[in-house]
């Protein structure tokens, strides 16, 4: 089990580091650089998204004597179906913007926007908290390595999240501790939500793969309804396209090597 909690525990360092640039750097993120990190993350989600949770699924079907298209087109369908969901309900602003989406609410501008960057990390959650529950399962085609690998991958991409997410925060007049306060409360939701998502699958087994490309659906909607078009807003779009193939190919070595 020790070895299950560091699983859960790096991504939200990751996040946790990366609020803590609040306290050391002093103006806003470079555009450019904020540019190239969003990029970074996008690669290092749409990478995870195929070797760690597609894939596997697609095996682990095979292994369960199904179709093995069937379930990673379903659970990845319903995942994105899940997020467009939350995306319509829940109150959240985005970075750059004036204009919240989600249903109407007398939040604070400062509140939409933590509850933006938590909306996506429902899905990293989600991702850890799956294949981790297929160690457990002692899944063949899911090894702890492999679970590592995508621990460290989300927890990399998690790190320019926390800043970009606090160093907003910051000069929108809050102090530095609350903004490391928000930026790491953020993301808190990733080990929540991956030890939900262990404790269901271990109680059906069998729809593993399923659940495998739910994570996986989930967050491709992320990358493309948010991070890919935040990254290629305005001037030098090609800078967040620099990122992406950093971020996936960063991400592809680590499963690899590791899984």
Not at 1 to 29: H, Y
Not at 38 to 59: C, K, N, Q, R, Y
Not at 67 to 72: E, R
Request: glycine share 10%; proline share 5%.
């Amino acid at each position: 089990m020790g070895n299950i909690a560091i699983g859960l525990l790096i991504p939200f360092l990751g996040t946790t580091l990366g609020s803590a640039m609040v306290f050391l750097m002093r103006d806003k993120i470079n555009p450019k650089v904020q540019k190239l990190l969003l990029g970074f993350a996008s690669g290092v989600m749409i990478s995870a998204s195929i070797w760690s949770l597609l894939t596997p699924s697609m095996e682990m079907a095979e292994e369960q004597g199904h179709i093995a298209w069937v379930p990673a087109a379903i659970g990845f369908l319903l995942g994105i179906i899940f997020l467009l969901i939350l995306d319509s309900i829940i109150p959240h602003l985005h970075l750059e913007t004036k204009k919240p989406e989600g249903m109407k609410s007398k939040f604070k501008n400062i509140t939409m926007m933590v509850l933006a960057v938590t909306l996506h990390n429902i899905p990293e959650g989600m991702a850890v908290g799956v294949v981790l529950a297929g160690v457990l399962a002692q899944n063949t085609t899911i090894t702890f390595a492999g679970a590592l690998a995508l621990s460290i991958g989300i927890a990399i991409q998690n790190f320019p999240e926390g800043a970009i997410i606090s160093m907003p925060l910051k000069n929108e007049g809050i102090s530095k501790s609350k903004a490391f306060l928000y930026g790491t409360l953020s993301g808190i939701v990733e080990p929540i939500g991956a030890i939900i998502t262990i404790l269901l699958t271990s109680l059906v087994t069998p729809i593993l793969p399923y659940i495998l490309s739910f994570a996986a659906g989930a967050m491709i909607y992320v990358v493309v309804e948010e991070l890919i078009p935040e990254s290629h807003a305005g001037e030098h779009s090609n800078i967040g396209t620099i990122g992406v193939a950093i971020g996936f190919v960063i991400m592809m070595i680590l499963d690899v090597a590791l899984g």
